[in-house]
């Protein structure tokens, strides 16, 4: 990919330069959620640098923003020198399970774009795993030098206010519940987000392909493997079928979807009859589309979300018998959600929206800076 922002203006645009930073144009379509509802929550005028792998789908959500490579630290450094305001929108990127370098890559931006003068936001945010001494070590002492925090758990919540306890931050659910909600619709098929996780063994994914095997002969439903990350999740179908862990039944039964669009999804699970998801964003999607549904969890973060939407969920971890799992699904087969409680979900995740209005009012009380 071709670098961009080779040359920064030296002189300070008279609207505020907002970097936004996260795991954006990686074909992930929840960090594309995300990115959806940051950009509309804005305050205008401002002038938007947004970190991207694949410019592309990110540039379609911001036409007029400037994508900056996010596999290049150089350019984003430059970046975070330009901007009046740092914003790490959503997810967990304070974080050190996916590697050490990943924590010092976030770290290392928001300590030079405090250096430049500019202010740090983190936005929509869980915090952790931190599994090294050294990773809480570095996140205790930057956390406090952030201008505001808005977390989308109890847990990481309580975690920054003991290491930041003058750092302005409120707890709402996921900013991804902000995004419009649906009637269910009803429809014939059964519809998956799994992903790959070493959570799972040979016996485990037996378990979950025998469980949905059955409940799709019962019901006579098509299975549709719904690859919300296209690189991980697309190949799953046909590698449990290499692996022989697909029941011969089921795959017949099964397609991959790879969508190219939230509204895709959204369609999708609108018309579900069973929603059965693994990954966070597929879960808030399905249920602002009042889809029935019950989720699996490899991270803490999927069963807080799903209890804080009263939905079912089975850590994968602790996987209970295929005729337990089965009853269970079967159970909310045709199911819709309460709308009522789809729609306070809402309300209560507009929080992280209001957050950034107050930041927009500082910098107009401070003339941009």
Not at 166 to 193: E, F, H, N, T, Y
Not at 225 to 240: E, N, V
Not at 281 to 310: C, F, G, Q, W
Not at 323 to 340: K, N
Request: net charge positive; with cysteine; hydrophobic share 45%.
């Amino acid at each position: 990919m071709p670098e961009v922002n080779r040359l920064l203006p030296v002189v300070r645009p008279t609207a505020p330069v907002l970097l936004l930073c996260g795991y954006y144009g990686e074909h992930n379509l929840g960090d594309d959620a995300l990115l959806q509802v940051l950009v509309s929550s804005l305050p205008q005028p401002q002038q938007l640098l947004i970190t991207a792998r694949d410019p592309a789908p990110v540039l379609a959500l911001a036409p007029s923003a400037q994508a900056v490579n996010r596999r290049s630290l150089r350019l984003c450094l430059r970046a975070a020198l330009r901007a009046d305001v740092l914003v790490l929108g959503g997810g967990s990127l304070l974080q050190d399970s996916t590697s050490f370098s990943s924590l010092v890559y976030y770290l290392l931006l928001m300590t030079v774009a405090r250096l430049g003068g500019a202010e740090v936001v983190l936005w929509g945010q869980g915090l952790g795993p931190l599994r090294r001494r050294i990773s809480r070590l570095l996140v205790r002492t930057v956390l406090p030098f952030c201008k505001a925090a808005s977390w989308r758990d109890q847990r990481s919540f309580d975690w920054a206010r003991r290491w930041a306890p003058k750092l302005p931050m409120v707890l709402a659910a996921d900013p991804v519940w902000q995004m419009p909600a649906r009637p269910w619709l009803g429809g014939d098929a059964i519809v998956l987000s799994w992903r790959p996780t070493p959570l799972l063994d040979s016996a485990g994914w037996r378990c979950l392909t025998e469980a949905l095997d059955r409940l799709s002969a019962d019901l006579d439903a098509p299975v549709i493997w719904l690859a919300f990350h296209h690189h991980q999740d697309a190949p799953l179908l046909q590698h449990l079928s290499d692996q022989g862990l697909l029941p011969a039944r089921l795959k017949a039964r099964s397609s991959t979807l790879v969508p190219q669009s939230l509204e895709a999804v959204s369609d999708l699970v609108q018309r579900a009859r069973l929603v059965l998801p693994m990954r966070l964003h597929a879960l808030i999607l399905a249920r602002l589309a009042n889809s029935p549904m019950a989720a699996l969890s490899y991270d803490p973060k999927v069963e807080a979300a799903a209890a804080m939407a009263t939905v079912p969920c089975i850590p994968l971890r602790l996987l209970p018998s295929v005729d337990d799992l089965l009853t269970l699904w079967r159970a909310e087969v045709d199911r819709p959600a309460d709308p009522d409680q789809t729609e306070a979900l809402r309300r209560q995740a507009s929080a992280h929206s209001e957050l950034l209005n107050r930041m927009a009012a500082d910098l107009t009380a401070n003339d941009g800076r």
